[in-house]
């Protein structure tokens, strides 16, 4: 017989990330744990039912039982963090952890003068900021592993509420010894078949370049040649000063001159962006990420 008692939240939670995750590894990554430590709290969770609740081979997927748990299982984690929400809202108080997740530019430029002042208004808060690209941490805030996402594009899930909070300009890089940094303004027709440095797919920074170059009929892999792709966006920088190729980037991320690199002007091609403080509209936000909502809100009404 299921002894219910010895079944806890937190095999819940090991169980749930493993299924939203696909993946014993990624899981144990998101709850900051050991591998085999989430391993055994599946298997004992498997033990206690009598069933197998993942098929491991060829991927990571939950049977039939698994699936029939899932969403109790979610309902059992968001009903604790209910509770949380409903008890430290009646006593006033903002305390407790905040998970925020955000894409290059913001993890690196936008949030740390933001934090600075909450967390001085606010000690009792500790944040774990997960950084990654626009796409993951979208991505993160979806599935419930951050309550706030800051990121350089609008998501594309209607459960997520987006609040543009600040914007930046993209700007088109150059090694000093490329051919087209001897030039005043380009036309269009000048980057064809030149090789370009990329952000990976998520990025809000090569989304934002896509969409401008598209209005001028170009496009990666067709008129420009992607020679490379990193993850962020000093790498790009980096590669660009080191004469890979061209690439667009953050103004943020050029930084102090650089006798490596030069700013391309092409004519007709100007991307200006904003970044989003997005998060669920279906769940309750704890305190303290509204105390943080507020914070980041109220710094881009100041003058």
């Known amino acids: 017989m299921l002894d219910s008692t010895a079944i806890s939240l937190r095999h819940f939670e090991v ?19 050991a591998q085999p ?7 004992s969770l498997e033990r206690l039912f009598g069933l197998r ?16 748990l899932l969403q109790r299982a979610r309902e059992a984690l968001a009903a604790r963090e ?11 108080t903002v305390a407790g ?27 009792g808060v500790r944040v774990r900021l997960w950084s990654g690209d626009s796409g993951e941490a979208i991505e993160r805030v979806a599935t419930g592993a951050a309550e706030v996402g800051a990121v350089g594009r609008r998501p594309d899930d209607d459960g997520l509420a987006a609040v543009p909070f600040d914007e930046d300009r993209v700007v088109l ?10 030039h005043g ?12 440095v990329l952000r990976e797919a998520g990025s809000g920074t090569g989304r934002a370049a896509e969409n401008a170059l598209r209005k001028l009929d170009l496009e990666f892999g067709r008129d420009l040649h992607v020679c490379c792709e990193v993850a962020s966006g000093e790498a790009v920088r980096e590669a660009v000063a080191a004469g890979i190729g061209l690439a667009f980037v953050s103004d943020r991320a050029v930084g102090k001159e650089d006798s490596r690199i030069r700013i391309l002007q092409v004519r007709g091609l100007s991307i200006r962006r904003s970044f989003f403080l997005v998060h669920s509209q279906d769940r309750t936000l704890s305190p303290a990420a509204e105390a943080f909502l507020a914070a980041a809100k109220g710094r881009r009404e100041r003058p």
């Not at 609740?53 to 029939?68: I, S």
């Not at 952890?97 to 530019?105: E, H, K, T, Y």
């Not at 890089?173 to 001897?182: E, F, N």
């Open 15 to 33: 169980f749930v990330a493993v299924a939203e995750t696909g993946s014993f590894s990624r899981a144990a990554e998101r709850l900051r744990l």
């Open 37 to 43: 430590t989430v391993s055994g709290h599946v298997a």
């Open 53 to 68: 609740l993942f098929d491991r081979e060829p991927t990571v997927q939950a049977t039939p039982a698994g699936r029939a």
């Open 82 to 92: 209910r509770g949380i929400v409903e008890a430290l809202a009646a006593a006033g």
């Open 97 to 123: 952890d905040l998970d925020l997740a955000g894409s290059n530019v913001p993890s690196t430029y936008l949030l740390p003068p933001i934090l600075a002042g909450f967390l001085a208004s606010h000690p």
């Open 173 to 182: 890089l150059a090694p000093a010894s490329h051919p087209l940094a001897r």
């Open 185 to 196: 303004t380009l036309k269009a027709s000048d980057l064809k078949g030149a090789a370009f």
